[in-house]
């Protein structure tokens, strides 16, 4: 099946290269997308160079851009791609084996269910991701253990189905909550995470982590 990668990239031009030569080396047939909106560096010249379709617009966060990628997405699997080597591509095939085999419309990469190298570093990240999980589960019904993921996979009806809103990292918790919502058939599946420090280039903060409380309640009750 045909995977279109959606690739937000924001300052991203130390690993941009890396991330898309590793796509690129996969037995994949594939598309890439890179969204840059707004970065100083040369994260699109060198995207650009690699042949990936580079879509630019006004800075308004990681959500925007996944969301201003899903049009011209042309696979039957989307595969939401972060720049900055934190998710290895070559987990991909993994990933969307679940998908191709006909029983998931949708797959999360787990950094919180074990048996792939994580980076030990930032505890009170990983207290946040696993209370954020937990709500998910009492609000959804759901065993989702790492809702946040960056790595998550779709068929491609299923993302372009979901009505998107959040311009910012609030994307995640939107996401996890409207495809709960759905009822579609969702499975999860270890992954590596090579984590990056905020001095290496991490934006997300704990008022995102604020903010994923609210839209997961907003999902669940006022949608
Ligand atoms: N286009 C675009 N991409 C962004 C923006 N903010 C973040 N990103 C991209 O989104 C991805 C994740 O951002 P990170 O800063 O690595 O966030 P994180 O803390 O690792 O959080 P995760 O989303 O869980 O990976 C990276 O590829 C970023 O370049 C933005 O404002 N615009
Ligand atoms: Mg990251």
């Not at 690739?7 to 890439?32: C, F, H, K, M």
């Not at 207290?127 to 937990?134: A, D, K, P, Y």
């Not at 609030?170 to 599946?189: H, S």
Request: proline share 4%; net charge negative; charged share 25%.
């Amino acid at each position: 099946m045909r995977v279109s990668f959606l690739v937000p990239a924001y300052n991203e031009a130390a690993t941009i290269g890396e991330v898309l030569d590793r796509i690129a080396a996969l037995e994949l047939e594939s598309q890439v997308i890179v969204v840059d909106d707004g970065s100083s560096d040369d994260t699109a010249a060198i995207a650009e160079s690699k042949g990936a379709l580079v879509i630019r617009q006004e800075n308004r966060g990681k959500g925007a851009a996944i969301r201003a990628a899903i049009p011209h997405a042309d696979g039957e699997i989307a595969v939401i791609q972060d720049a900055d080597m934190e998710y290895d591509p070559a987990e991909v095939p993994a990933l969307i084996e679940p998908i191709e085999r006909g029983v998931a419309d949708v797959v999360y990469g787990s950094r919180l269910a074990g048996g792939r190298p994580q980076r030990a570093y930032l505890f009170w990240h990983l207290v946040g991701n696993r209370f954020l999980s937990l709500v998910t589960g009492v609000l959804f019904n759901t065993t989702l253990s790492d809702m946040e993921t960056g790595y998550k996979a779709f068929r491609i009806e299923v993302l372009r189905s979901l009505d998107l809103r959040q311009d910012d990292f609030a994307i995640e918790p939107e996401i996890t909550g409207k495809i709960c919502k759905l009822g579609v058939r969702v499975y999860e599946l270890p992954i590596a995470y090579y984590g990056r420090t905020y001095a290496e280039g991490k934006k997300i903060t704990w008022r995102d982590g604020f903010k994923a409380l609210r839209v997961l309640f907003a999902v669940r009750f006022l949608e």
